[in-house]
């Protein structure tokens, strides 16, 4: 190898590893409506997952709708999808299929949300703030497809683009974690409390990824 081309691989090398942030007790700003500012999640999703649960942070005091988690794959822009609706109203995709989740809340507050689903039996929790939602089913037998692109603040509508400014997100996000399992009551009520303890394949202590546009990273000031 030549030296120049060792340089670069060292470089990347070296950027990779400075890449993986922990991010405790921090979180991302979206500070403003747009259609391009938004961040990245870089993990080594390689399989299709047959189980998953997905904790986050969230505080907006947007009253339209709008994107929380948006994870999309080459064949389906919704594949797995957090969306906010009004108040109270909760939309979990896989596969591109609905669940709506009702719940009991208040404007504005910070949220602690806490999604699951299996595939052998297609059941979807919604854990807000501790609380479990009424059980939904959904694309029983179904895996939600490897490869995917992972984007906090906009809403995909093709893979790792398509974004809409009606859907994007303002306000701020943190705490984010993502396992290939379904937490017990006891390990979500943990993670809501504190920090989680089982290893995940999204980690906020741990995180690999990537700001494009205006998105500021702060102190967590509301838990
Ligand atoms: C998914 O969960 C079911 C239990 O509901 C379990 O039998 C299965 O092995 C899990 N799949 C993976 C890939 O971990
Ligand atoms: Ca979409």
Redesign the pocket.
Known sequence: MDKLLLWVSLLITLTGAFAQTDLSGQVFVFPRESSRDHVSLITHLDEP???FTLCLRAYSDLSRPYSLFSYSTKDKDNELLIFKGRTGVYHLYIGQTEARFNVLEDFPVPVHICASW????GIAQLWVNGKPAVKKGLKKGYSVGASPKIILGQEQDSYGGGFSKKQSFVGEIGDLYMW???LSREEIHSTYNGVPTTPSILNWENLNYEINGYVIIKPMDWK
């Open positions: 997952l047959e189980n299996e595939s052998a039996s290939d399992s379904i």
